[in-house]
């Protein structure tokens, strides 16, 4: 599956030098059960949360890490919690929490090449799920539509994603 994830410095280092790095725990609440003992990886399902959460804590996270996560590692899907999350379709909700949907696998699974590609701003790669060439069809990745939505109900080619954040069914 294609995720991002919002990666420090140290992060990036320890795995250009295949070296273990402990993340630092941000708790929050979501929907994640996990077991006592094992340390987890937490990634977003769209490129577009990775950027609110990278820029609400912008001074961690120079870049967003797009990773292709082997679907048979992948521990469970649910859904963060995230406050002042504004969007063109729930932009009511903007003082509550809005659930953002995500997955998590065990730091033990994790391999640095799962890393696909890093930015620093977001493109219609990343919010498309577009990988390079036929990398798509090699890991067997749809690539996603990309719309504009005008708020009357009209769709043009590119543009914001048309979705609820909550529409996303795990």
């Known amino acids: 599956m294609i995720v991002y994830r919002c990666l420090t410095s140290n992060e990036m280092i320890s795995m250009i030098n295949n070296k273990d790095y402990q993340t630092a725990l941000i708790k929050g609440d979501n929907t994640f059960h996990y ?22 804590n912008g001074i961690f996270y ?54 696909y ?4 701003e977001l493109y219609s790669d990343f919010i498309e799920k577009r990988l390079n060439k036929d990398d798509n069809v090699k890991f067997n990745e749809p690539i996603e539509d990309y719309f504009i939505y005008d708020g009357k109900g009209k769709h043009g080619m590119t543009g914001y994603l048309d979705y609820s954040y909550a529409d996303y069914i795990l």
């Open 62 to 115: 120079p870049v967003i890490g797009q990773f292709v996560i082997p679907n048979e590692i992948i521990k469970e899907t649910g859904f963060g919690f995230y406050s002042d999350v504004k969007t063109m379709r729930n932009d009511k909700l903007y003082n509550w929490y809005m659930p953002l949907p995500e997955l998590i696998i065990s730091e033990e699974d994790f391999k640095s090449y799962y890393l």
């Open 35 to 56: 077991e006592l003992g094992i340390s987890y990886k937490h990634f977003f399902i769209y490129a577009d949360h990775a950027n609110y959460f990278r820029k609400k």
């Open 117 to 120: 590609k890093i930015e620093s």
